[in-house]
């Protein structure tokens, strides 16, 4: 099998902001302004058309990045790697049975990473994927153990400068000094909500 590491991100269509893709996803959410973004299949395809013939060619730890301006703003980089571990860097072992495989456990730090034959609409728009590996399934969220919960923050109310305990539960609060409605500014709630690093992922071509 001729494997395929993928890093993915694109610009906001709304926004602005970089949106990471994380795995072969037809929707995304703009984690700024939350919008929805759909990612449809013939995008997949033109996206990823010529990476298989490009990675074959290549020696396993070389790669390459692009720019994309097409349907969307996208930065690229891709190479020619077996799947490991994104926490300790150690190489998957994947056993012939990998059909029926839905997680693989690192055998030094325990990190599971998810494993799943490619969907079929997937498929369609890039022959030859067979397996991804390191995606989280559509909608689903990877497990987060390393982030903490962040503690509540001080914050001046500046209509009557009330001090006030932000918990970064909602992105509009109440002053419960004088009832105004204050909408938390960026670098404060980016405080409260670290932006998500990109995420590696792995296409094994048959």
């Known amino acids: 099998m001729l494997w395929t590491m993928m890093e993915i991100s694109i610009d906001c269509p709304h926004c602005d902001s970089p949106v990471h893709v994380d795995g072969p ?7 700024r302004c939350h919008s929805e973004i759909d990612f449809p299949g013939e995008v997949w395809k033109d996206t990823l058309e010529e990476v298989r013939q490009d990675v074959s060619g290549y020696e396993k730890g070389e790669g390459t990045g692009s720019n994309i301006f097409g349907h969307f703003n996208m930065r690229m980089t891709y190479g020619r790697l077996d799947p490991y571990c994104l926490k300790c860097k150690r190489d998957f ?31 369609e728009a890039v022959p030859g994927a067979a397996l991804i590996v390191g995606a989280w399934p559509e909608g689903e969220n990877a497990p987060d153990e390393e982030r903490d919960k962040p503690k509540p923050v001080a914050y001046s ?31 404060l709630w980016l405080t409260l909500h670290p932006a998500k690093t990109k995420t590696r992922w792995f296409i094994g071509f048959k």
């Open 93 to 123: 072992d994947l056993e012939a049975d990998y059909p029926q495989l839905t997680m693989i456990r690192c055998p030094d730090c325990g990190t599971e990473s998810p494993v799943a034959p490619a969907a079929v609409w997937f498929r």
């Open 157 to 187: 109310c500046p209509q009557c400068g009330g001090s006030l305990m932000i918990d970064g539960e909602k992105r509009i609060v109440e002053c419960s000094y004088c009832s105004t409605s204050i909408y938390l500014p960026d670098d």
């Open 25 to 31: 996803y037809r929707k995304l959410t703009c984690s």
